[in-house]
């Protein structure tokens, strides 16, 4: 969804969240393909399950569904009979960049480009362009809208195009389906089902010494991750509430695992976090007892020399923590304003705590002689170091919302590292308190989950 759109959505939260009849709507968001089943589950279930918790929802989700999402919601309530909010919709979308109507089944036709016939599943609207059959050049012909495009024509379908040389020196474009199977130095390989181990640590109640507060919400982080993982074709395993030293515990039961025959290795902790000392990799996560982990501790477990039969594939941490203390008040820019919805922080939280200096010398790290040690990882983090995470109460925290937002949306047609950037964009937009994700790349190729 284009900035414009996003910025509409938002000025008419208030009324959308009050008026919106949201029963009515599923089965016109399913036929125009807004959103998949398991999406409109996922909003159905959205905090107390309420009309206006659903709707509010709905109204966050939408922003992630692409260019062509505001008309087809539009379209979506008319449908259902909501034409004042249609109305409210569409024309102030038209007062700001002249919204074309949108083209129903109805007024498309099949098109001859050239001597092909396109079939009735390759529509556009009237009027074709012509070709010269004498030249053999024919006008591009712009097929649309895009809601009803083929499939192999929608640009989320494809992956992102990769240079491939030649043969004479010079590089061209082709889509990353377009790739010969042995081009391997592009992108890593996940060919197996299942593609690796997820773990998941979910961190929710801590000792009362401890000092560290119930992270209300995580559960639902936990259960969302727990089902995008299994949808990205890996084998996942949940822990619940552990300490420090069951942390560290499970992460070796994980390295001692054969992956031999697995692709990838993913970690996903959910706790309060902290800052840190540190050689590699910033911060650290608290066990349920109030002892920390770092980090970079997290990460070796699984490196390339305590778990060979993980060398040369990617290993991937997901950290939704806090990385201090800091609250970041962002800075003014233009155009943007604050989501009203967000701004009362009663049911916000932050997986924060102090600063931990650690009392041991710093060890320097050992020289390698082949792939180096932390080579295939990649480290994201729900927030810049120094700074807290927001979590919501009842919708779990930022990071994890959009974090399975995204991979929902676009995990098919794009890399991990432009996944992430979307993330970042996301939530760095959200709330009066901000907030900025971030990751510590190390991986050699580019990653594209196993998503069919």
């Known amino acids: 969804m284009d900035e414009a759109d996003r910025q509409l959505l938002r000025r008419c939260r208030f009324r959308l969240v009050g008026e919106l009849q949201v029963a009515p709507l599923w089965d016109a968001l399913l036929t125009r393909e807004l959103f998949t089943p398991d999406m409109i589950e996922d909003i159905q279930c959205a905090g107390s399950g309420s009309r206006r918790d659903q709707a509010r929802q709905l109204i966050t989700d939408l922003e992630t569904r692409g260019r062509k999402a505001l008309p087809l919601f539009i379209s979506c309530l008319e449908d259902t009979g909501q034409d004042t909010l249609a109305s409210l919709l569409r024309t102030n979308r038209q007062a700001t960049k002249g919204d074309p109507e949108v083209i129903r089944p109805v007024d498309l036709e099949p098109v001859v480009v050239g001597p092909l016939m396109l079939g009735p599943k390759h529509l556009r609207a009237k009027k074709p362009e012509s070709f010269d059959l004498a ?25 992102p195009e990769v240079p491939v040389d030649t043969g004479s020196g010079r ?10 199977k042995g081009n391997t130095h592009l992108a890593y390989v996940l060919k197996a089902d299942p593609c690796g181990h997820c773990l ?4 929710v109640s801590f000792c009362q010494t401890s000092g560290l507060s119930k992270r209300t919400g995580s559960n639902v982080d936990c259960e969302k991750m727990r089902r995008r993982f299994c949808r990205l074709h890996f084998l996942v395993e949940v822990r619940c509430n552990l300490t420090a030293k069951e942390m560290v515990q499970a992460l070796a039961e ?67 923590a806090c990385g201090g203390e800091q609250r970041d008040h962002g ?27 650690d009392p041991g010398p710093m060890d320097q790290p050992d020289a390698v002689s082949s792939l180096p040690t932390p080579s295939d990882i990649l480290v994201s983090y729900s927030t810049f170091p120094g700074f807290v995470s927001w979590r919501h109460t009842t919708r779990g925290s930022w990071y994890i919302e959009t974090l399975d937002s995204v991979l929902e949306r676009w995990a098919p047609s794009e890399d991990l590292l432009t996944l992430l950037l979307r993330v970042a964009n996301a939530v760095s937009e959200r709330g009066v308190y901000k907030q900025i994700p ?12 196993k998503t069919e």
């Open 171 to 180: 590089f061209r474009d082709v889509c990353a389906q377009d790739r010969p």
């Open 438 to 449: 971030g990751c510590f790349n190390f991986l050699r190729k580019k990653l594209f989950f």
């Open 331 to 357: 800075f003014e820019v233009a155009g943007m304003s604050p989501d009203a919805d967000e701004a009362s922080a009663s049911s916000h939280e932050s997986d924060a705590a102090p600063f931990q200096e």
């Open 200 to 203: 998941i640590i979910n961190n």
């Open 135 to 159: 030249s053999g050049n024919v006008t591009p012909v712009v097929l649309g809208p895009e809601e009803f495009w083929p499939a192999q024509l929608k640009p989320e379908i494809l992956r």
């Open 254 to 320: 994980l390295a001692q695992r054969d992956h031999h025959a697995l692709d990838c290795c993913a970690v996903i902790v959910l706790s309060h976090g902290c800052q840190a000392s540190h050689l590699q990799f910033p911060g650290a996560v608290y066990g349920t007892d109030g002892c920390s982990v770092s980090v970079e501790k997290i990460v070796n477990v699984l490196n390339g020399t305590n778990c060979p039969s993980l060398g040369g594939k990617p290993k991937l941490f997901f950290i939704q």
